[in-house]
């Protein structure tokens, strides 16, 4: 399936436009299959796609909210993506705590806290090893080094392909992150895009090219889900040149 991209002219019609479309989606999965599995990501640029999201009516008792990926950092940490996500999104609306699936950070050890988080999954989604959950929706963003969740160019999180979470490195810094099979099994991905420093790695993703080094040098090329594969960028990230 060919992506779909989409440029929104500013950064606040490109909230508007993942809001919409996020609600939307929510919306007709929980229709069909009664609940919707929901991965979000961290970073800046979602955090008002939270705040819009507080402000709708969904069922939040059939929706069950994951991290794709996280900082190895306690939940009320500054750089937490959990403790994000909660502030904008999870504190302002009745939704149920077990719906909040956090990863795990307080083990002392990064790869302990992998091996629950991926028990955690697979019970949850009842999928035993060797296969993968299928996740409704994942949101996943892009750094100016293409790198996506924490799958950081030129790390050995990139060779996964016999788990679900692994151990990410940013700048000897662990992190707990979605394998690159784990995220290619979603039904739907959608990145979030913003700003003009962003262009240089869109061009190296989108360029068709099947050299495995490129790849390594700009990891969001590995996403190629089995499902749909949704691009919203602002204009200073989509513009060319």
């Known amino acids: ?47 008002p796609l939270y705040a819009s999201l507080a402000q709708t009516g969904l069922p939040w008792d059939k929706l069950h909210c994951f991290w794709g990926d996280e900082r190895y950092v306690p939940g009320d940490h500054p750089g937490s993506n959990e403790g994000m996500a909660r502030q904008a999104w999870f504190n302002q609306i009745s939704i149920p705590p077990e719906n909040i699936h956090p990863m795990p950070t307080l083990q002392g050890d990064p790869a302990v806290d992998a091996d629950t988080y991926e028990a955690h999954l697979r019970e949850f989604f009842a999928v035993p090893a060797p296969a993968f959950p299928i996740f409704d929706i994942i949101l996943l963003g892009l750094g100016d080094d293409g790198h996506t969740a924490s799958l950081f160019p030129h790390t050995e999180a990139l060779e ?16 707990l992150t979605f394998t690159i099979p784990l995220i290619n099994q979603a039904r739907s991905v959608i990145f979030l895009v913003s700003g003009a420093n962003k262009r240089s790695a869109l061009a190296a993703i989108f360029q068709e090219d099947g050299d495995s080094n490129l790849d390594r040098q700009y990891p ?10 949704i691009w919203l960028l602002d204009a200073a990230a989509g513009e060319e040149g």
């Open 1 to 47: 399936m060919a992506p779909i991209v989409e440029v929104l002219a500013t950064r606040e019609d490109l909230i508007q436009r993942a809001s919409d479309l996020i609600q939307g989606k929510i919306q007709d999965t929980i229709e069909t299959q009664g609940r919707c599995s929901f991965a979000l990501s961290g970073g800046s640029t979602p955090k």
């Open 160 to 175: 996964v392909n016999d788990r679900c979470i692994t151990v990410g490195n940013k700048d000897g810094e662990p992190r």
């Open 220 to 229: 969001a090329r590995f996403i190629r889900p089995q499902g749909e594969l």
